[in-house]
C-alpha cells in the first residue's frame, strides 16, 4: 500500500539497458529514413534530363519501372538477410 511515487522509487533498473533498448530502434529509424532518401534522390536524378543517361524518359514516364528501382533495395536488403541468416545459423550455433 504505497503511492505510485514509492513503487517507482524502490524500482531496480539498469539506466544502460533501458538505453539499449532505446538505441536499436532509434538507429533502425535513422535507416529506414536515409533508406528511403537515398531512394528517393535517385529516382530524382534519373527522371531528369541532364541526368547522365539517355533512358530518363522512359524511366520519367514509367511507374513499373520506378517501382522496380525502388524494389530493388528491398530486395537486396532481403537477400542480404537470408545470407547473414545462414552464416549465422552455421557459426553461432553448437553442434551435437
Known amino acids: 500500500p504505497g503511492s505510485i511515487k ?3 522509487h524502490t524500482m531496480n533498473y539498469s539506466k544502460r539497458a533501458v538505453g ?3 538505441a ?12 528511403i532518401g537515398a531512394t528517393s534522390y535517385v529516382i530524382n536524378q534519373l527522371t531528369r534530363a541532364n541526368s547522365g543517361v539517355s533512358w530518363y524518359k522512359i524511366i520519367k514516364h ?3 519501372l520506378q517501382g522496380l528501382i ?3 533495395g528491398v530486395a537486396g536488403a532481403l537477400i542480404g538477410a ?3 541468416f545462414r552464416i549465422a545459423a552455421e557459426t553461432g ?4
Not at 28 to 35: E, K, R, V
Not at 93 to 96: A, I, M, S, T, Y
Open 70 to 72: 525502388t524494389s530493388g
Open 20 to 22: 539499449v533498448c532505446f
Open 93 to 96: 550455433r553448437r553442434k551435437e
Open 24 to 35: 536499436y530502434p532509434a538507429l533502425g529509424g535513422l535507416l529506414f529514413g536515409y533508406d
Open 6 to 8: 514509492t513503487v517507482y
Open 62 to 64: 514509367s511507374a513499373f
Open 82 to 84: 537470408i545470407i547473414a
